[in-house]
T-cell receptor, first 112, second 113 residues
Framework: NAGVTQTPKFQVLKTGQSMTLQCAQD?????MYWYRQDPGMGLRLIYY???????DKGEVPNGYNVSRLNKREFSLRLESAAPSQTSVYFC???????????FGPGTRLTVT | GDSVTQMEGPVTLSEEAFLTINCTYT??????LFWYVQYPGEGLQLLLK?????DKGSNKGFEATYRKETTSFHLEKGSVQVSDSAVYFC????????????FGKGTKLSVIP
């Protein structure tokens, strides 16, 4: 099992450009999450999907959109990137009735 | 709302020293508690967990006890190694049924030979 995979690993964008971060899990998990990690801020939840076909806002959703494409895949889109979105982005998932989340390796995004 | 407070870092220890990283929480009800570890350049991994009061979670020589009376879940290890250098996150579950986690800000540990 690959667990949770994320692409790309690194990305540099110019202000105003758009991009989509991809996440996939092969553990048949129902719930998936997108976090951002910034120095001194810990992990902050951007969006989550409790099950296929549903998405909800987390703590810091502004400037982002998500798509739960199917049970395996959950993508995060930046429509018009801003320097404040420079961060490390993590995708995570957990199974039905389970609190333990499994994390991907992260995407390091720099917006100039 | 729920919150987690953990000691500020960074923490620097010599190899074989005793480690304590403090974690306290605020929550309604009876959450489950977790410690996650993030090694350099990697995602977070579950280190240990405890699901009810007085439970002790343990893994790889690390331990933490769920103390309801002090709303704490301090992480301890008797003898740290260089390979334990990482960022440690305390987290609690959301009892509302959405299975979300609330994370502390993380504590960076550096162990020097």
């Amino acid at each position: 099992n690959a667990g949770v995979t994320q692409t790309p690993k690194f990305q540099v964008l110019k202000t105003g450009q758009s991009m989509t971060l991809q996440c996939a899990q092969d553990m048949n998990h129902n719930s998936m999450y997108w976090y951002r990690q910034d120095p001194g801020m810990g992990l902050r939840l951007i969006y989550y999907s409790a099950s296929e076909g549903t998405t909800d806002k987390g703590e810091v959703p502004n400037g982002y959109n998500v798509s739960r494409l199917n049970k395996r895949e959950f993508s995060l889109r930046l429509e018009s990137a801003a320097p404040s979105q420079t961060s490390v982005y993590f995708c995570a998932s957990n199974g039905q009735g389970k609190y333990e989340q499994y994390f991907g390796p992260g995407t390091r995004l720099t917006v100039t | 709302g729920d919150s987690v407070t953990q000691m500020e870092g960074p923490v620097t220890l010599s190899e074989e020293a005793f480690l304590t990283i403090n974690c306290t929480y605020t929550a309604t009800g009876y959450p489950s508690l977790f410690w996650y570890v993030q090694y350099p350049g990697e995602g977070l991994q579950l280190l240990l967990k405890a699901t009810k009061a007085d439970d002790k979670g343990s893994n790889k020589g690390f331990e933490a006890t769920y103390r309801k009376e002090t709303t704490s879940f301090h992480l301890e290890k008797g003898s740290v190694q260089v390979s334990d250098s990482a960022v440690y996150f305390c987290a609690l579950s959301d009892e509302a049924g959405s299975y979300q986690l609330t994370f502390g800000k993380g504590t960076k540990l550096s162990v020097i030979p």
